[in-house]
């Protein structure tokens, strides 16, 4: 495990999977189809529970430009700071790797117990899966 620093935040539009993990697939699909230039995006993995603990996931791509607008796709922005990580090479050789990772890394006491769990496709083989930590006091 490593801290990665995100210097500033980052602006994605998402879709929601209907279903985790079985429908993450669909929503990168689906994101895919309705955003513009999407060889030109890096693509994030949000996920949190909600209330019952069902996990939420949103398929995201980050905005070109800030404030740019897709009336299609709702937005969020991924807040800048510390985050614990684990970089996995070769992730699709090896799915199962990342519900693993996510498991140690949310197992830290230093994590933000309000954060979520953030997958950054930084290219097609690697994928940096991140939680944010605490804020400094």
Same mark, same amino acid.
């Given at each position: 495990?490593?801290?990665?620093?995100?210097?500033?935040?980052?602006?994605?539009?998402?879709?929601?999977?209907? $279903?985790?993990?079985? #429908?993450?697939?669909?929503? /990168? @699909?689906?994101?895919? %189809?309705?955003?513009? =230039?999407?060889?030109?995006?890096?693509?994030?993995?949000? *996920? /949190?529970?909600?209330? @019952?603990?069902?996990?939420?996931?949103?398929? &995201? &791509?980050? $905005?070109?430009?800030?404030?740019? *607008? =897709? $009336?299609? +796709?709702?937005?969020?922005?991924?807040?800048?700071?510390?985050?614990?990580?684990?970089?996995? $090479? =070769?992730?699709?050789? @090896?799915? %199962? !790797?990342? *519900? +693993?990772?996510?498991?140690?890394?949310?197992?830290?006491?230093?994590?933000?117990?309000? #954060?979520?769990?953030?997958?950054? /496709?930084?290219?097609? =083989?690697?994928?940096?899966?991140?939680?944010?930590?605490?804020? &400094? !006091?």
């Amino acid at each position: 495990m490593e801290i990665y620093n995100i210097k500033e935040d980052i602006e994605v539009f998402y879709v929601t999977a209907e $279903k985790f993990p079985d #429908g993450i697939e669909d929503a /990168y @699909n689906k994101l895919n %189809s309705l955003i513009d =230039n999407a060889g030109d995006r890096m693509f994030f993995g949000i *996920s /949190y529970p909600d209330e @019952n603990g069902n996990i939420i996931y949103k398929a &995201a &791509a980050r $905005k070109l430009f800030p404030g740019e *607008s =897709n $009336k299609n +796709l709702p937005a969020f922005i991924i807040k800048k700071g510390d985050f614990i990580s684990v970089t996995i $090479k =070769n992730w699709k050789d @090896n799915v %199962s !790797q990342i *519900s +693993l990772v996510f498991r140690e890394l949310l197992s830290d006491s230093r994590i933000d117990k309000n #954060g979520y769990c953030l997958e950054m /496709y930084v290219n097609d =083989n690697d994928v940096i899966c991140m939680v944010p930590l605490e804020p &400094a !006091q």
